[in-house]
């Protein structure tokens, strides 16, 4: 166990700076510490593995950028789509809607025809 100068136990965080990618070393528990760095836990690196880990760590976000932008670009196609969609629906069934009312308009005239024909017949 090791304690902070100020008599906290230490917590363990990785760094993530271009000289020491992914090393964990201890920390003051307390957010906003004026001991965020105790010491190191793991052992430094070999040179190789510092001018190797920064680039495949830089590489690696900009594939999850790349990703995340990617993903973003599709959700906003998947709602267009969606959008597009939903106003062919209501097109076709205000178009049905307005079948329905012709039908009707057709029915109330032939009605109408057949009652004045009627009304003429029986006054003649
Ligand atoms: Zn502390």
Known sequence: MVLCTCGLQCVVRTSWTNRNPGRLFYSCPTYNSSFPFIGWVDPSMCDRSLDIIPGLLRTR??????????????????????????????????????EERAKKLRKYLIITWVLFASYVYLQI
């Open 61 to 98: 976000d900009a594939l999850e950028d790349g990703l995340a932008l990617e993903q973003e670009r599709a959700d906003w196609e998947e709602h267009r789509a969606n959008k597009e969609e939903t106003r062919a629906n209501q097109a076709e069934l205000r178009a049905k809607m307005e």
